[in-house]
């Protein structure tokens, strides 16, 4: 009874090593991948579909007699870092005030935070944008390039916000006791004290966060500001290449937010060592 | 002693935790230079007494004064108070993302406003007196629990203040590390700061103390000289308390 237990464990140990061996793991993985890329295929070809791969490096860059010209999709691209980014700037202010409030011990900080935060959440994106662009936009004279980052800014703002307070609250409160023992006032303890040492329990989520903005900013070409994904619209409206656009427009979009994740995990290690 | 000036007037102070009462009217003086020991049972309310000295917590009632600063919520003066009183607590509180060397200066620098180079010698110089100058450079997780403390006492003195409060200083220490904290302290009574101290190392209070006092549940049941309290204490409940402790 006990050999067969230890044999069996054996064999199971032995399949799990296999199975992760390298070149066992490789095969599995390009087995899968391909497998997806060929559904892609067959499906595209049981429509009689057109492959036309070799139209999109023009819409990335060309070179003619003129010199070399940047491609509709690359401004685009630069259009959603633009947009993505002012949008974090605003995002990241606008939520640390929205977090500060909350933990300030004032009744109407906390219940402005509070009705701020379950307002913008319980809404979805599309709505606010909405509001932003066909409500406020001619009452205050917002253009769309405007409302769009004002309505990313304030929909992420809440959800960064909830990603502060955590990252304060995680702090021990024996750290804000030594900060006011010496003479701190509540500023510089969160300054000085505080606030870096939340920074290591904010980055995780924060990233998560930076990257699920990039992506929603694509909710903006409903009003149609020229971004990467409004720009995939009209390439395809014009030579109904949806296939060959769409995995493109995918892949530039992963391109962006997998570089954001690799330098947010070297930031990571570098706040772990220090501490 | 009665002589000299009153850095620390507590009279009549009750202080609530919703319906529990943590002190019952505390009255308590401490003159300047004078070292004070606190003891007493756990949840007696030593520790809350002394943090409401320097107004970590507040009391509910009565008056605390300390160095002619009334000690109360909000009041604009409580930055000034806590610049003359030092605390050293259970858990050391080093920060923990700052060097050494970091973590003592940071006070003076924010908030006595003094250059980073002045700042940064005074430093050197109380670390000297803790007997740690090699550490400067390093992060408090690479020091020992006795050392931590240390620097914690240190940052203190970096803030040259005329109150120490100590709250259970070595309560969170290995055994084989208290000695050196309670070393350090014991200088430091020497140079004549005015210390009131949370302790159970009753070697320690008979070494400093010019007072001994005794609480539990909430009150102050006893208030004698080292001498007297230790060999002829008033209180039943006293008596049992250093019974126990001083047993073993």
Known sequence: MGQSTASQRNKAVSLKSLVNSVPFSVALYLAVISSIIWSAYAGAQAMGYNWQWYRIPKYFYSLTDDGFQWGEI???????????????????????????????????????????????RNMPILVLLYLFYYVLGPVFGLDRYTASILCLAVFHAALISEIFRAGIESVARGQWEAASSIGMSTGQAYRYIVLPQSIKFMLPPLTGEVVHLVKSSAIVSVIAVAELTTIGRNIISDTY???????????????????????VSVLEKKYAVQN | ????????????????????????????????????????????????????????????????????????????QL?????????????????????????LTIGPIQVRKIAKAEAE???????????????????????????????????????ETRIMLFDEPTSALDPE???????????????GITMVCVTHEMGFARKVADTM?????????????????FTNPESERCKLFLGQILEH
Not at chain 2, 20 to 35: D, H, I, K, P, Y
Not at chain 2, 36 to 63: A, Q
Not at chain 2, 121 to 147: C, F, M, N, T, W
Not at chain 2, 177 to 191: F, P, S, W
């Open chain 2, 79 to 103: 930055k000034t108070l806590r610049q003359e009183v030092g605390m050293v607590f259970q858990q050391f509180n080093l920060f923990p993302h700052l060097t050494i060397l970091e973590n």
């Open chain 2, 1 to 76: 002693m009665s002589a000299r000036d009153e850095m620390i007037t507590v009279s009549n102070v009750d202080k609530f935790y919703g319906n529990f009462q943590a002190l019952s009217e505390v009255s308590l003086s401490v003159s300047q230079g004078e070292r004070v020991v606190i003891c007493g049972p756990s949840g007696s309310g030593k520790s809350t007494l002394i943090r409401c000295m320097n107004g970590l917590e507040f009391h509910s009632s009565g008056s605390i004064i300390v160095d002619g600063i009334s000690v109360e919520e909000g009041s604009k």
């Open chain 1, 241 to 263: 290449m949806s296939f060959e656009i769409w995995f493109t427009i995918a892949a530039v979009y992963m391109v962006i937010t997998l570089i954001l994740s690799v330098g």
């Open chain 1, 74 to 120: 690359s401004i685009g691209l630069v259009k959603t870092l633009q947009l993505s980014g002012t949008a974090f700037v605003f995002a990241t202010i606008l939520g640390l005030v929205i977090a500060l409030l909350r933990l300030s011990g004032l009744i109407i900080g906390k219940a402005t935070a509070i009705g701020f935060l379950e307002f913008v």
């Open chain 2, 213 to 229: 006092v005794f609480m539990e549940a909430g009150r102050i049941v006893e208030v004698a000289e080292p001498e007297k309290f």
């Open chain 2, 121 to 159: 010698r005074l430093a050197r110089q109380y670390l000297e007196r803790v007997h740690i100058p090699e550490q400067a450079d390093k992060y408090p997780a690479q020091l020992s629990g006795g050392q931590q403390q240390r620097v914690a006492i240190a940052r203190s003195l970096c803030m």
């Open chain 2, 177 to 191: 590390m208290i000695n050196e904290v309670l070393d350090v302290m014991v200088e430091l009574a020497d140079t």
